[in-house]
């Protein structure tokens, strides 16, 4: 809700969404002692962040396409929220099925292993093991045997509860002195020439509208998630529209179908590859919150 002495004052960080990023760089910006205020046009976390698998991993797959610090510096992040925020993040073994005639043949998968227990080399979690066919019949009586070469374990992390991680971010943020807003839309960037000046705001519950302005070494941050084109199309220059560069989202698309435990679902999460088109898919066993 807007409290009006908000936006008297000038901030150091202005940040466009209250999903994880929103509310991580807040925490950050906070704790440095910037002044710091993160808007959410929603609840927060109510964006992707809400919407995701919620693994805390340090991406596997880039692996394939050698981005190795990018791999390195998700894999320290990792181990940082273990050990930060034990109570909303824990370490999730994931098994994945290796069948001859799918896209990655074992010793990819093996190599893959090896390279992600090296990158991760200050984990606190096990490292992987490699599973021979017989092994992994033995553990998963259920999953399909044909060509089946055998399998292998790995951890990564989850965090079941990502809106409090959000939310905890947030805290400590406001805890540091931040503003944190929601249910309020930014609804125009005040541009001039390279730089963003401030933005103008309106209350999605009783629709009043305000200004938070900023000073001439203020970082405006987009963290609009999806929305990130469409907020830098709201810039203005002297009035008239002067959006801010060229489309930067692509957008990726995935489904989460939630079943009920039945008999022989796996114990462990599976990372898999569909046998019709290679399509990746994660089983994972859980609490739903309703
Ligand atoms: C299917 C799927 C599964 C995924 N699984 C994982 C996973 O397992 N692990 C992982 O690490 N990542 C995963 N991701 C990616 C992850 O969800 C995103 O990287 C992350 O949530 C992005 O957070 P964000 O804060 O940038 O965006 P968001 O969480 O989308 O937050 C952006 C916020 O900006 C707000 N906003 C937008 N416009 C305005 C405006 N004009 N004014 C004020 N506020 C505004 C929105 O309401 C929203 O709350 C997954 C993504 C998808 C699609």
Redesign the pocket.
């Given at each position: 809700m807007f409290d009006p002495s908000t936006a008297k004052q000038t901030y150091d960080v202005i940040i466009?969404?209250?999903?994880?990023?929103?509310a991580s760089v807040a925490r950050d910006a906070a704790l440095r002692g910037l002044s710091t205020i993160v808007?959410?046009?929603?609840d927060f976390?109510?964006?992707?962040?809400s919407?995701?698998?919620?693994?805390?991993?340090g991406g596997l797959r880039y692996l394939e396409y050698f981005e190795f610090p990018l791999v390195r510096e998700a894999l320290h992040d990792r181990e940082i929220l273990l050990r930060n925020a034990p109570h909303l993040v824990n370490p999730l073994l994931l098994t994945i099925p290796i069948y001859g005639d799918r896209s990655r043949p074992y010793w990819k998968i093996w190599a893959g292993m090896c390279l992600y227990d090296v990158f991760s080399f200050d984990k606190t979690v096990p490292e992987h093991r490699m599973l021979p066919r017989r092994k992994f019949k033995q553990l998963f009586r259920a999953i399909e045997g044909d060509g089946l070469n055998g399998g292998a374990q790995y951890y990564d992390a989850q965090a079941s509860l990502a809106e409090r991680l959000c939310w905890e971010n947030l805290r400590a943020a406001i805890d540091a002195g931040g503003v944190a807003l929601n249910y309020?839309?930014?609804?125009e960037l005040h541009r001039d020439g390279d730089r963003i000046t401030g933005v103008s705001c309106c209350d999605e519950l009783d629709g009043q509208t305000f200004e938070v302005y900023g000073h001439e070494k203020t970082i405006v941050i987009n963290?609009?998630?999806?929305?990130v084109d469409?907020?830098c199309a709201t810039a203005k220059m002297n009035g008239k529209p002067a959006p801010i560069g060229t489309r930067k989202m692509g957008g990726?698309?995935?489904s989460h179908i939630v079943v009920s435990p039945f008999p022989g679902a796996p114990d462990s999460a599976l990372y898999v590859e569909a046998k019709s088109d290679g399509r990746p898919f994660l089983s994972c066993l859980g609490s739903v919150n309703t």
């Open positions: 466009i969404g209250g999903g994880i990023n929103g808007i959410e046009k929603n976390a109510s964006g992707s962040s919407w995701s698998t919620r693994l805390v991993h309020t839309r930014v609804t963290t609009a998630g999806p929305w469409r907020v990726t698309k995935g």
